[in-house]
């Protein structure tokens, strides 16, 4: 724990104990464990190490850290700092490089754990890289106008629409796998991505559509397969089979391609 925390955390014991002096060792026991509780909470340290600061402050009144005859920190407060900022700055590069990297510029060795731990005080986890389909500026103009122009459409219009999607899954291991460091929840934000529309080597299509009140088997596909052709296999499995049986006036929207189709 670093000294500034230690002495933030032994402060405010002081004005805990300063508003408890009349109360009975019940009652002091429970705003103990209220205290203890909310610090390690906000602080996301253990409740013993605060339990511990309380009863050394409580003896002694001092919050500097006990001898101790473990390993001392192989880096300084200020290295820290360093090996933040260039983690920060550099999402791409991996533990081994960031290590070589901050031993370059400090002459102090650290191993690739360190690095890990280090970055993860600040909240930075090596986390896969999320890869998306990349979207030119015409196509969100498209969405834009699209949306707009159904913003007003009743639950009747909608009844005779078809959403569908497809999701390919591959055979072989995804032998591009990239590592960032970000923090848990953001690898949807711009930086986290990637844009990518070609994907090799064999797979599986799955095919699957819905609609208000009702969906479609799913479709597999195992053969490979051109734009033209899986435009041509989803109408034929997914139209023909499912809807234009029953509904006249049918608007079907695929949402890889892009394809609208009126009846």
Known sequence: MQPDL??????????????????????????????????SEKLGIAQSVISRLWQRFQDDGDESRCYSTGRPRVTTPNEDR???????????????HLSRQHSSATGTAVSRQTVYRRLKHIGLYALRLVRCVPLTRTHCRLVLTWSGEHALWTPQQWSCVMF?????????SDSHRTLIWRAPGTHYHQENTTEKHRYGGAGWVVWGGILLGSRTDLHVQSVTMTATS?????????????????VLNFFLWL???VLTVQT
């Open 6 to 39: 230690r002495k933030h955390i032994c402060e405010h014991i002081i004005r805990v104990l300063q508003h408890q002096k009349d109360v009975n060792e019940k009652q002091h026991i429970c705003v103990k464990h209220d205290f203890v509780l909310e610090a």
């Open 82 to 96: 360093n090996l933040a900022v260039t983690g920060t700055r550099n999402r791409r590069s991996t533990a081994s």
């Open 164 to 172: 569908s999607d497809k999701s390919r899954f591959n055979l072989p």
């Open 230 to 246: 899986i435009g041509m296999s989803f109408w034929n499995n997914m139209y023909i089979c499912f809807a234009a049986p029953w």
């Open 255 to 257: 949402t890889t391609p």
